[in-house]
């Protein structure tokens, strides 16, 4: 008798026990020390090459190449990294978003900005920044029910990680995308996250419709992530909608952050980039600078 093996998706893993999704169905499955000592840690969204036992058990001995994967949350294989922040309540603090946006850019992930409470304020502003940025943007409520189509359908057929503060409702939207997730929401999910062990595992979800989801509780790590990766030299290549005014720099080796005959800073005059990301790049541009100098 033959043991076939199967290549299959990583949804969740814990104390090297993976649960792992192969032809419609789940398997639970070990995986060799060999194979972690190769290609280090497996997460969830990893392909992995398994021994199927026959009795719904398997063994992992081998993983397939990714092509990307963040340190917190711990995924790897991700389309979408979609960035949650709420009109108000928690009031929107748009520089943790572009952190994050530049961690995507840097692992080459693609990412999306969902507005949510759309009911509680008016969504204009925030609306405005990112619509002088190449990435997707979308308003939603899962009060009102407004953009919940349109955000289903931007996370289709996708790994996708929902980050953003806590408490902007990401729990709550992904409940009203797919009311079969039942995912803990509100003053009860918070607690739980905080009675749970410190390190916190990351599950995918899957859809029917070819979507994993993974639910994030809110950034708290995301700067290791940061700091540990990106240097200040390179920041200006992570914010993509500045690249069309380089050009217009008077100095080839121009910071983008004070100089005067700045194409970045005209930009900014003229309304075309918006003040808010420049904002946020000059102020990681200095954090990051800061960090440089010790390296
Ligand atoms: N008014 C309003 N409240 C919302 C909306 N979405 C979520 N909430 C509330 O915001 C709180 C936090 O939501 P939750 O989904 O747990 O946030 P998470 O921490 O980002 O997962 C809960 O009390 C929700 O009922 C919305 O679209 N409108
Ligand atoms: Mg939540
Ligand atoms: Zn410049």
Do not use: W
Request: proline share 3%; aromatic share 6%.
């Amino acid at each position: 008798m033959g043991i076939t093996e199967k290549e299959g998706l990583v949804l969740s893993g814990k104390n090297g026990r993976y649960t792992v999704e192969a032809d419609g169905g789940v398997y639970i499955c070990r995986s060799g020390t060999r194979v972690r000592k190769n290609d280090g840690k497996i997460l969830a969204g990893d392909r992995v090459i398994f021994r199927d036992n026959g009795d719904g058990n398997g063994f992992i001995v081998g993983m397939c190449e990714r092509k990307n994967s963040l340190i917190r949350p711990p995924v790897a294989n991700i389309d979408l990294l979609a960035m949650v922040v709420a009109t108000k309540d928690p009031a929107p603090y748009l520089y943790n978003i572009d952190l994050l946006t530049v961690i995507a850019e840097k692992n080459g992930i693609e990412c999306a900005v969902i507005i949510s409470k759309s009911d509680l304020t008016d969504s204009a502003e925030i609306l405005e920044v990112y619509r002088k940025t190449p990435f997707r943007t979308i308003v939603t409520s899962s009060e009102s029910g407004i953009g919940i189509d349109e955000a289903r359908e931007l996370l289709k057929n996708k790994i996708c990680v929902l980050c953003g503060a806590s408490g902007v409702g990401k729990s709550t939207l992904l409940n009203s995308l797919y009311p079969e997730l039942m995912l803990e929401t509100g003053e009860l999910s918070e607690k739980i996250a905080r009675g749970k062990n410190t390190t916190r595992t990351t599950e995918l979800f899957p859809m029917q419709n070819g979507t994993y989801l993974a639910d994030t509780p809110g950034f708290t790590a995301v700067n290791t992530e940061l700091y540990c990766a990106i240097g200040h030299k390179e920041l200006h290549n992570l914010f993509p909608e500045f690249a069309q005014y380089e050009h217009e720099c008077r100095y080839a080796d121009c910071t983008h952050t004070k100089e005067t005959e700045c194409g970045i800073a005209e930009a900014v005059k003229r309304g075309d980039i918006s003040k808010s990301r420049h904002d946020s790049y000059i102020k990681l541009y200095d954090e990051l600078k800061g960090i440089d100098r010790y390296k």
